[in-house]
């Protein structure tokens, strides 16, 4: 019987001979990572490599014809009348279908050789057909494939949350938790490859250490579904305060990507965090998202890094952190940071094209002092903030006197570099239950007095919109004496702030402009007819400020 065209071979006439159907038809692939187990829906491959496909209908099908058809995408099975085994490809992406006579086995291969070059992640799907007159059933389907390109280095480990075995961690046999990878982890450097988890609770319920010389990545390299696996540590009632539900110990040469990461729950304890650094060389958090609520926590810090740490944070977005309004022993104060880096040493920090947004939405009665920070720095020798959106902050009603809403505070290092460049800093509001004050800053710097600060650039940002009470788009104090330090400020657009410029608080430089800068509410791109585009800082070409100028331009966030 000749090869049926992929459209057709399902809707045939069938036939209702009475003698009994056979098995589904099974694919099997081979390749550098095994040989794929029965019925498996997926299979892996390297690039480069050597792929061998099997279909096999059993011998009783000895010669029977049929197809393997190749599409770029799956589909949820799909029944068909009048044939017992479900479509699993998506036939509006079918690349081509390859006619297949089974031998006197009832088998068919065929090997292609892959060569270097496919991107990791690279998908195509296959499900094969069999054609038997005189069965009950005359055509019959194999369970469709979906074929995927993994990173197949000897130093690649993979973890799958839904495996219910020990675990290996090869493709065909991950390891079941994060740590059990850390734990079995080969000799140099390693990729830790992690897939969301599908079954319940629908994440990785652990506290994670990542060693050093580890790239933690959640590519999802499985389902191929694009959603951050989720990462967030067990109700401790013992746990150690600093800690996160990700966390770099003391370790070098770490990448943390991909992943969404809730913060820790410690109950009764004074601080909860996303992920916490002690002391890292070389340390990079890309493409994450950290949120959540602590029970029993009312300090939060969603992204900490300690001392003597050397860290790139980028493309990372914190949202909906919330801290417990009904926590116990709370004294007045509740108080969140969005990326945060330690005092002392040699810390080193990046924070580039991140947004952080959403602290304490919710009500807070009893509270008496909210405090909410975007970026904050304490004695860190070289501090680069590029191209960050902090904001909105809508601070929920609480029930005290005072409040702070801070886009970036930290303390000054005049020896030390500290740019502070194409950063929105925008929409706060705090609102109070009842006569209550506020104070907003969209920066807040400190530093010693008499120090020349030549080192430090303050350019191209965006201040707008910020709560109508106390507010200052940048101040600056000397912490051993009351007076102002003698920063510039160049190439600044500032609006709706009670007040945009104050001589006692930084040296205005050229390019201030006080005008509503025309920013999508979306995305903070510029629209048109921006007093903003085209007149930033001619030094950081696109000279656009706002995040979509300088040599970071693009968006914030999470990708």
Same mark, same amino acid.
């Given at each position: 019987?000749?090869?049926?065209?992929?459209?057709?071979?399902?809707?045939?006439?069938?036939?209702?001979?009475? +003698?009994? *159907?056979?098995?589904?038809?099974?694919?099997?692939?081979?390749?550098?990572?095994?040989?794929?187990p029965s019925y498996s829906p997926r299979g892996f491959f390297a690039s480069p490599d050597f792929v061998t496909v099997t279909l096999d209908a059993g011998p009783a099908r000895a010669f029977a014809s049929g197809g393997i058809t190749v599409a770029l995408?799956?589909?949820?099975?799909? /029944?068909?009348?009048?044939?017992?085994?479900?479509?699993?490809?998506?036939?509006?992406?079918?690349?081509?279908?390859?006619?297949?006579?089974?031998?006197?086995?009832?088998?068919?291969?065929?090997?292609?050789?892959?060569?270097?070059?496919?991107?990791?992640?690279?998908? &195509?799907?296959?499900?094969?057909?069999?054609?038997?007159?005189?069965? *009950?059933?005359?055509?019959?389907?194999?369970?469709?494939?979906?074929?995927?390109?993994?990173?197949?280095? *000897?130093?690649?480990?993979?973890?799958?949350?839904?495996?219910?075995?020990?675990?290996?961690?090869?493709?065909?046999?991950?390891?079941?938790?994060?740590?059990?990878?850390?734990?079995?982890?080969?000799?140099?450097?390693? /990729?830790?490859? &992690?897939?969301?988890?599908?079954?319940?609770?629908?994440?990785?319920?652990?506290?994670?250490?990542?060693?050093?010389?580890? #790239?933690?990545?959640?590519?999802?390299?499985?389902?191929?579904?694009?959603?951050?696996?989720?990462?967030?540590?067990?109700?401790?009632?013992? =746990?150690?305060?600093?800690?996160?539900?990700?966390?770099?110990?003391?370790?070098?040469?770490?990448?943390?990507?991909?992943?969404?990461? #809730?913060?820790?729950? #410690?109950?009764?304890?004074?601080?909860?965090?996303?992920?916490?650094?002690?002391?890292?060389?070389?340390?990079?958090?890309?493409?994450?998202?950290?949120?959540?609520?602590?029970?029993? &926590?009312?300090?939060?810090?969603?992204?900490?890094? $300690?001392?003597?740490?050397?860290?790139?944070?980028?493309?990372?977005?914190?949202?909906?952190?919330?801290?417990?309004?009904?926590? /116990?022993?709370?004294? +007045?104060? @509740?108080?969140?940071?969005?990326?945060?880096?330690?005092?002392?040493?040699?810390?080193?920090?990046?924070?580039?094209?991140?947004?952080?947004?959403?602290?304490?939405?919710?009500?807070?009665?009893? @509270?008496?002092?909210?405090?909410?920070?975007?970026?904050?720095?304490?004695?860190?020798?070289?501090?680069?903030?590029?191209?960050?959106? +902090?904001?909105?902050?809508?601070?929920?009603? #609480?029930?005290? *006197?005072?409040?702070?809403?801070?886009?970036?505070?930290?303390?000054?290092?005049?020896?030390?570099?500290?740019?502070f460049a194409n950063n929105v800093i925008f929409d706060f509001s705090l609102v109070p239950l009842s006569g209550a004050s506020a104070q907003v800053f969209g920066m807040r710097l400190f530093g010693p007095s008499g120090a020349t600060w030549n080192l430090?650039? @303050?350019?191209?940002?965006?201040?707008?919109?910020?709560?109508?009470?106390?507010?200052?788009?940048?101040?600056? /104090?000397?912490?051993?004496?009351?007076?102002?330090?003698?920063?510039?400020?160049?190439?600044?657009? +500032?609006?709706?702030?009670?007040?945009?410029?104050?001589?006692?608080?930084?040296?205005? =430089?050229?390019?201030?402009?006080?005008?509503?800068?025309?920013?999508?509410?979306?995305?903070?791109?510029?629209?048109? $007819?921006?007093?903003?585009?085209?007149?930033?800082?001619?030094?950081?070409?696109?000279?656009?400020?706002?995040?979509?100028?300088?040599?970071?331009?693009?968006?914030?966030?999470?990708?």
């Open positions: 019987m000749p090869a049926l065209p992929v459209r057709t071979f399902f809707v045939l006439a069938l036939l209702t001979a009475s +003698i009994a *159907a056979q098995g589904q038809p099974m694919l099997e692939l081979q390749s550098s990572f095994g040989t794929s995408a799956m589909q949820p099975p799909q /029944t068909i009348p009048g044939i017992p085994d479900p479509l699993g490809i998506d036939l509006n992406t079918v690349v081509f279908t390859l006619p297949v006579v089974l031998n006197q086995n009832g088998r068919f291969l065929f090997s292609v050789p892959f060569g270097p070059g496919l991107a990791e992640g690279w998908f &195509v799907a296959m499900q094969a057909y069999v054609a038997t007159p005189g069965e *009950a059933a005359p055509l019959r389907l194999s369970q469709a494939m979906g074929l995927v390109v993994l990173d197949g280095s *000897a130093s690649s480990i993979y973890v799958d949350g839904d495996q219910t075995g020990a675990g290996s961690g090869t493709p065909y046999d991950p390891w079941p938790t994060i740590n059990d990878a850390f734990a079995n982890l080969p000799a140099g450097p390693a /990729t830790v490859h &992690v897939d969301d988890v599908e079954t319940a609770p629908g994440l990785y319920e652990e506290i994670v250490f990542v060693p050093s010389d580890v #790239h933690l990545i959640g590519d999802t390299w499985y389902s191929q579904s694009g959603v951050r696996p989720v990462v967030r540590a067990p109700v401790d009632s013992n =746990g150690h305060v600093k800690r996160g539900s990700v966390n770099v110990l003391q370790a070098n040469n770490v990448t943390v990507e991909r992943l969404e990461v #809730h913060l820790s729950r #410690h109950v009764s304890r004074v601080q909860a965090r996303c992920f916490w650094c002690k002391t890292a060389g070389n340390l990079t958090v890309r493409d994450c998202v950290f949120t959540g609520m602590a029970p029993g &926590v009312y300090t939060t810090r969603a992204v900490f890094i $300690g001392p003597d740490s050397d860290a790139l944070v980028e493309h990372c977005t914190v949202t909906d952190i919330e801290g417990d309004p009904n926590a /116990t022993g709370v004294a +007045i104060t @509740i108080s969140g940071i969005g990326i945060r880096v330690g005092g002392g040493g040699t810390s080193n920090m990046t924070v580039r094209n991140c947004r952080i947004q959403n602290f304490y939405t919710q009500v807070l009665p009893g @509270i008496s002092h909210v405090q909410a920070i975007g970026i904050g720095f304490h004695n860190a020798q070289n501090v680069i903030l590029q191209n960050n959106v +902090i904001g909105p902050f809508l601070v929920g009603p #609480h029930g005290g *006197a005072t409040g702070e809403l801070i886009g970036i505070q930290g303390t000054l290092n005049p020896t030390a570099q500290q740019v430090t650039t @303050i350019t191209n940002n965006i201040i707008d919109n910020l709560d109508p009470g106390t507010a200052f788009s940048i101040a600056s /104090t000397a912490y051993d004496s009351p007076d102002s330090l003698p920063l510039t400020v160049d190439y600044t657009c +500032i609006d709706q702030v009670m007040i945009p410029f104050s001589p006692s608080s930084f040296i205005q =430089g050229p390019g201030i402009i006080l005008a509503d800068p025309l920013l999508d509410p979306v995305d903070q791109s510029l629209l048109p $007819g921006s007093p903003c585009i085209g007149t930033g800082n001619p030094a950081l070409p696109p000279p656009d400020m706002g995040i979509f100028g300088g040599p970071f331009a693009g968006p914030a966030g999470a990708f």
